[in-house]
Nanobody
Framework: QVQVVESGGGLVQPGGSLRLSCVAS????????MGWYRQAPGKQRELVAA???????NYADSVKGRFTISGDNAKNTVYLQMNNLKPEDTAAYYC???????????????WGQGTQVTVSS
């Protein structure tokens, strides 16, 4: 069993900042990729940012220069620092972890429950 839990969402004014955190726990041998996705009402879930091997990062064009993803491999944790937030960033943000299980030895993707980010004045 693997659990993925996000925290840090909330209401912020345009131009403000928020920091999201995500921790994976349970029967984990290793994690190859952790990332953040978001889904706004009536829209498809989209990739925001991901980090591979704790080092290599990629971002959606819409957040480049404003968001920063970072990770702590030892703690199976990933963070998303969001600066200069815009109303269009409003969405439910979901954490994703690509996990190799310690019991099965197989890889599987796990999702968190999501945390709401609302950018509004």
């Amino acid at each position: 069993q693997v659990q993925v839990v996000e925290s840090g969402g909330g209401l912020v004014q345009p131009g403000g900042s928020l920091r999201l955190s995500c921790v994976a726990s349970g029967s984990i041998f290793s994690i190859s990729v952790m990332g953040w996705y978001r889904q706004a009402p009536g829209k498809q879930r989209e990739l925001v940012a991901a980090i591979t091997g704790g080092v290599s990062t990629n971002y959606a064009d819409s957040v480049k220069g404003r968001f920063t993803i970072s990770g702590d491999n030892a703690k199976n944790t990933v963070y998303l620092q969001m600066n200069n937030l815009k109303p269009e960033d409003t969405a439910a943000y979901y954490c994703y972890a690509d996990v190799k299980g310690s019991r099965t030895g197989t890889r599987y993707g796990y999702w968190g429950q999501g945390t709401q980010v609302t950018v509004s004045s």
